[in-house]
């Protein structure tokens, strides 16, 4: 039996490719998007009653991952990439029907569009439907996951005082917290965990129109030394 879905919205938002998303919700909340809705959704009446709902919950599609075989067993980023795990035990990207879900901060509803912090998603994601967070059902105070029993470990980030200065000067541009967006998700160091870098070795990604370059002068610690506009 096959059931069909259609997006109710896309998301506009600062993350323009995967490497640097932080891997849940809520980690960067500087990370901020703007979910557009669409006809017939984009008319105000679906979203009356959200200004009183400080988050909701995003169910959405996983768009570019998407595979035409199901894979049973993944191996989260979480554990390292070299272990791998019933996909039922994780929320990597790779699985059946491509869903996804997350809890995002509700900053402001529009009547064809909510305006989202604390993202996890990439710019372009197809969202299937949006359901307000409800504390007193979803809020498990005895719940456990030994996988995964606490946010990642944050590593110090430091800036170049030139990619600093640009941080500024775009984050003026943009009417972004860019500084604490960029300090946000690469504390969370979005290197792959089997590669040793070496300080020579520069790593990148785009976040809004901008592409901010780090390196890791000693280990365990990310230098920002650029931020530039991207080539289109
Ligand atoms: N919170 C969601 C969940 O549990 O279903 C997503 C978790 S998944 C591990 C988060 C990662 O998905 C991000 O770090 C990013 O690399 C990737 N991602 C986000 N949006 C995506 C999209 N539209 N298509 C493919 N990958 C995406």
Known sequence: MTYSVSPIGFVRSCFKEKFAIPRQPQLAPAARGV????????????????????????????????????????????????KSMGVFATRATHRPNGIGQSVVKLDMVEPNRLHISGIDLLDGTPILDIKPYVPYADMIHAASNSMASAAPVLIPVEWAETALHEAHGHALRLQEPLVALVEQCLAQDPRPAYQTPTPQREYGAQFWDLDVRWHYPEPGVIRVIEVVLAEH
């Open 35 to 82: 979910l557009e809705l669409v006809a017939p959704f984009d008319q105000g009446d679906a979203v009356q009653g959200l200004e009183h709902v400080s988050h909701v919950w995003l169910l959405f599609v996983f768009h570019q991952a998407l595979e035409d075989k199901p894979r049973l067993k993944v191996r989260p980023p979480r554990l390292g990439g070299n």
